[in-house]
Protein backbone atom coordinates (compact mmCIF):
# COMPACT_ATOMS: atom_id res chain seq x y z
CA UNK A 1 0.00 0.00 0.00
CA UNK A 2 1.45 3.49 -1.10
CA UNK A 3 1.54 6.46 1.54
CA UNK A 4 -0.65 9.18 1.28
CA UNK A 5 0.13 12.42 0.65
CA UNK A 6 0.36 13.56 4.10
CA UNK A 7 2.59 10.67 4.96
CA UNK A 8 4.85 11.73 2.67
CA UNK A 9 5.25 15.11 4.15
CA UNK A 10 5.41 13.53 7.47
CA UNK A 11 8.50 11.04 6.82
CA UNK A 12 10.43 13.47 4.55
CA UNK A 13 10.02 16.31 7.72
CA UNK A 14 11.10 14.10 10.30
CA UNK A 15 14.11 12.57 8.13
CA UNK A 16 15.52 16.50 8.21
CA UNK A 17 17.72 16.60 11.28
CA UNK A 18 15.80 19.94 12.97
CA UNK A 19 17.65 21.51 15.93
CA UNK A 20 18.88 24.56 17.40
CA UNK A 21 22.25 25.94 16.70
CA UNK A 22 23.82 25.61 20.06
CA UNK A 23 21.94 22.18 20.08
CA UNK A 24 20.58 22.86 23.16
CA UNK A 25 17.03 22.86 24.09
CA UNK A 26 14.97 25.49 22.74
CA UNK A 27 11.88 25.90 25.50
CA UNK A 28 12.31 23.05 28.08
CA UNK A 29 13.43 22.54 31.49
CA UNK A 30 16.06 24.95 32.80
CA UNK A 31 18.89 25.36 30.74
CA UNK A 32 16.21 26.33 27.85
CA UNK A 33 17.50 28.65 25.05
CA UNK A 34 14.47 30.49 23.37
CA UNK A 35 16.59 29.35 19.89
CA UNK A 36 14.17 28.87 16.83
CA UNK A 37 14.26 25.13 15.86
CA UNK A 38 15.21 25.11 11.77
CA UNK A 39 16.36 22.17 9.98
CA UNK A 40 20.32 21.79 10.22
CA UNK A 41 21.27 22.96 6.38
CA UNK A 42 18.83 26.29 7.43
CA UNK A 43 21.06 27.04 10.08
CA UNK A 44 24.05 26.07 8.00
CA UNK A 45 22.75 29.00 5.75
CA UNK A 46 21.61 31.73 8.06
CA UNK A 47 24.26 34.16 8.82
CA UNK A 48 25.03 34.71 13.25
CA UNK A 49 22.88 37.63 13.02
CA UNK A 50 20.26 36.41 10.49
CA UNK A 51 20.09 33.36 12.96
CA UNK A 52 19.94 35.89 16.04
CA UNK A 53 16.91 37.92 14.89
CA UNK A 54 14.70 34.64 14.18
CA UNK A 55 15.69 33.39 17.74
CA UNK A 56 14.33 36.59 18.92
CA UNK A 57 11.33 36.80 17.50
CA UNK A 58 10.67 33.48 19.20
CA UNK A 59 11.76 34.46 22.37
CA UNK A 60 9.49 37.71 21.70
CA UNK A 61 6.37 35.54 20.66
CA UNK A 62 7.39 33.08 23.65
CA UNK A 63 7.20 36.41 26.35
CA UNK A 64 3.70 36.79 25.14
CA UNK A 65 2.50 33.10 25.75
CA UNK A 66 2.48 32.63 21.53
CA UNK A 67 3.59 28.80 20.57
CA UNK A 68 4.16 29.56 17.09
CA UNK A 69 5.91 32.45 15.89
CA UNK A 70 6.62 34.30 11.86
CA UNK A 71 9.90 34.53 11.19
CA UNK A 72 11.33 37.38 9.38
CA UNK A 73 9.99 37.76 5.94
CA UNK A 74 13.92 38.01 4.31
CA UNK A 75 14.62 34.94 6.79
CA UNK A 76 12.03 33.02 5.81
CA UNK A 77 12.46 33.62 2.46
CA UNK A 78 16.07 32.25 2.63
CA UNK A 79 15.35 29.34 4.64
CA UNK A 80 11.96 28.17 2.62
CA UNK A 81 13.65 25.70 0.69
CA UNK A 82 15.31 23.64 3.83
CA UNK A 83 11.81 23.23 5.27
CA UNK A 84 10.12 21.38 2.51
CA UNK A 85 7.80 19.01 3.57
CA UNK A 86 7.36 17.17 0.34
Do not use: D
Not at 5 to 29: D, F
Not at 31 to 52: F, N, V, W
Amino acid sequence: MSLSKSQRSLRAWTRQKWRTKSGKPSTQGSKATGERYLPEAAIKALSSSEYAKTSAEKRKATRRGKQVSKQPKAIARKTKKFRSFS
